[in-house]
């Protein structure tokens, strides 16, 4: 055996464990009917965390946005390939992609703060299903989060205005009946 092939056997053989600091509530009870993205929506939601973590918020509510950390707790598998919703006909590589179902079903979303009441935040952006586990907290700070020229991908090709404007769920996109093109299909 290499050394590369027991480093990765090391790697795979290695457990990780995280324990939840909070849960995320929601008024999204379903997949097909929470929004793909949190940009595209005003839902408002919070944030509870465990009392033990109550001390780790000070100072939180300088922050305007925030990265919160999550467990997929009901994805339904694991995929490498899968139909984004922005784009139905193409199945694309998970890591090209956000899908839920994912090797490791962690989730990552950026919301905006609203208020801080105890170890409670409410938060305004939501696209998470409500009794998620929250993982961790990280303050979105535009100068280390910003990046100039960037590239999304084969996801500048599929007019994001236009989803943004829907409020899209995964359910709307497909009743759209949407094309690799980003346009609604004429038949």
């Known amino acids: 055996m290499t050394s590369k092939e027991s480093n990765e056997e090391t ?3 290695k457990e990780i464990v995280y324990h939840p600091i909070g849960v995320i509530r929601t008024e999204f009870t379903e997949q097909e009917n929470t929004p793909i993205q949190g940009i595209f929506n005003d839902a408002e939601g ?11 918020l000070r100072d939180i509510e300088s922050f305007t946005h925030l990265m919160l950390l999550y467990h997929f707790d009901r994805a ?3 995929s490498l390939l899968q139909r984004p919703f922005l784009d139905g006909e193409k199945e694309r590589g998970i890591f090209a992609i ?4 994912r090797p490791n079903a962690i989730g990552i979303s950026i919301v905006r703060l609203l208020g801080v ?3 409670v935040l409410r938060i305004r952006g939501v696209d998470i299903l409500d ?8 303050p979105y700070v535009h100068q280390f989060d910003n990046r100039e020229e960037v590239s999304s991908g084969w996801v500048e090709d599929q007019h994001v205005e236009e ?3 829907w409020n899209c769920t995964p359910k709307k996109l ?14």
């Open 46 to 56: 919070t944030v509870e965390l465990l009392p033990e973590y109550e001390e780790g």
């Open 76 to 78: 339904t598998g694991v």
């Open 163 to 165: 989803i943004a404007d």
């Open 11 to 13: 790697l795979r053989s």
């Open 174 to 187: 497909r009743s759209r009946d949407r094309t690799n093109t980003g346009r609604q299909s004429d038949n």
């Open 98 to 101: 956000r899908h839920f179902n």
């Open 131 to 138: 009794g998620t586990p929250l993982l961790d907290i990280k």
């Open 117 to 119: 009441e105890g170890r």
